[in-house]
């Protein structure tokens, strides 16, 4: 069964760090482009950041560029988005998901696989 699976939400103080992990199971994740998406209440889904099935492509949302970087360790199956100096806005429950095109995952923010999200809270 092809499962992602996120974890390193929590709550952290503005200014502060996490560090989101999604383990692909089932599948090897390294052949897929990953996404990193996010769904605030009542607001629409947002394109975070993606990589390419070779690590070499990112991309990043402009609200987040500067302060998120996403990476892949093959090795693990995982990819991972440090996010530091979170602000309040980043209030969110995070998503991964994979696809085999990269443009349909980072461009048209479609994929076949999603992850079931974790929750973040900056507040003080």
């Known amino acids: 069964q092809l499962q992602l699976v996120e974890s390193g939400g929590g709550l952290v103080q503005p200014g502060g760090s996490l560090r989101l992990s999604c383990v692909a199971s089932?599948?090897?994740?390294?052949?897929?482009?990953i996404g990193w998406f996010r769904q605030a209440p009542v607001k629409e889904r947002e394109g975070v950041s993606c990589i390419g099935a070779s690590g070499a492509s990112t991309n990043y949302a402009d609200t987040v560029k500067g302060r998120f970087t996403i990476s892949r360790d093959k090795t693990k199956n995982t990819v991972y988005l440090q996010m530091n100096s979170l602000k309040p806005e980043d209030k969110a429950v995070y998503y991964c998901?994979?696809?085999?095109?990269?443009?349909?995952?980072?461009?048209?923010?479609?994929?076949?696989?999603w992850g079931q999200g974790t929750q973040v809270t900056v507040s003080s």
């Open positions: 089932g599948f090897t994740s390294g052949n897929y482009a």
């Open positions: 998901a994979a696809d085999l095109n990269y443009s349909r995952i980072c461009v048209s923010f479609g994929a076949d696989y």
